[in-house]
């Protein structure tokens, strides 16, 4: 699991950790929550809120999966890889939020990444770029943990919204499933048995329209976990401190 503790006022902070399969009963006293976490009943002491996600199976590797998927979806991954599409990790956090700031503006009422969260998330993310003729076309950015063989999608950036003709958009989504895909590849290589491409709590407009493109690849839908401790959900009641994390 990966572990990020997040500063709060009078000298406290909150542990926020990630791809557990589920809470320790020890972390229950303190300020804690468990995000994406596996399992799906109440555990003692957390305040549990289930949400969807969708998840590739890795364990057979990734050769199964390329064969399970639609026609239409293969061909356009190896069409966008024929054309020169190429992934390079990101080292720059700035780059990283320059990238998804842009990808924010073009969206309705979508907030720009906040600075201080990524900085506390960077050491333990994994980023990779999307490159075509040396433009960087998107960004994804992963939590990555071998202990769970398990690797979760954070944050996705992309200037499909940038193009300007159908034949553009029709290029930048063959560029964003191979893109996809290509980090496919990646988590198997680390040795992870799932890729998680984020959880989600509603069904609005905008986002099943993002679940349709997720939905490409053969995914399974899966109720995941967050789980927040009791002292820690009380705190963000009394103060009316919204969802920090």
């Avoid at 305040?47 to 590739?56: D, G, I, M, N, T």
């Avoid at 073009?106 to 998330?121: A, D, I, V, W």
């Avoid at 893109?179 to 099943?208: N, P, R, S």
């Avoid at 679940?211 to 009380?234: D, G, T």
Wanted: hydrophobic residues 40%; glycine residues 6%; contains cysteine.
């Amino acid at each position: 699991m990966i572990v990020v503790k997040m500063p709060l006022r009078f000298g406290l902070h909150v542990k926020n950790i990630w791809l557990a399969d589920r809470p320790t009963t020890g972390s229950a006293l303190g300020f804690s929550v468990y995000n994406d976490c596996l399992a799906t009943r109440p555990c003692a002491g957390f305040v549990r809120v289930p949400k969807q996600a969708f998840f590739l199976d890795l364990r057979h590797g990734t050769a199964p999966l390329m064969e399970t998927m639609n026609s239409d979806t293969r061909y356009k991954i190896r069409r966008a890889a024929k054309e020169g599409l190429v992934t390079e990790p990101e080292q720059s956090a700035d780059a990283f939020a320059e990238m998804y700031d842009a990808f924010a503006r073009s969206k309705e009422n979508f907030p720009p990444m906040h600075r201080g969260r990524l900085g506390l998330y960077w050491p333990d993310m994994v980023v990779t770029k999307a490159v075509h003729e040396g433009v960087t076309l998107g960004m994804h950015g992963y939590f990555i943990d071998r202990q769970t063989k398990r690797g979760t999608l954070l944050w996705a950036a992309t200037l499909f919204r940038e193009a300007t003709t159908s034949q553009e958009r029709n290029t930048l989504a063959r560029f964003n499933l191979c893109h996809f895909w290509k980090d496919i590849e990646m988590v198997a290589e680390h040795g992870c048995d799932d890729f998680d491409f984020g959880y989600f709590g509603d069904t609005t407009q905008g986002l099943e329209s993002v679940n349709k493109f997720k939905q490409q690849f053969p995914v399974q839908l899966k109720e995941v976990s967050s789980y927040y401790s009791l002292p820690w959900f009380l705190w963000k009641r009394i103060l009316d401190r919204g969802d920090p994390l």
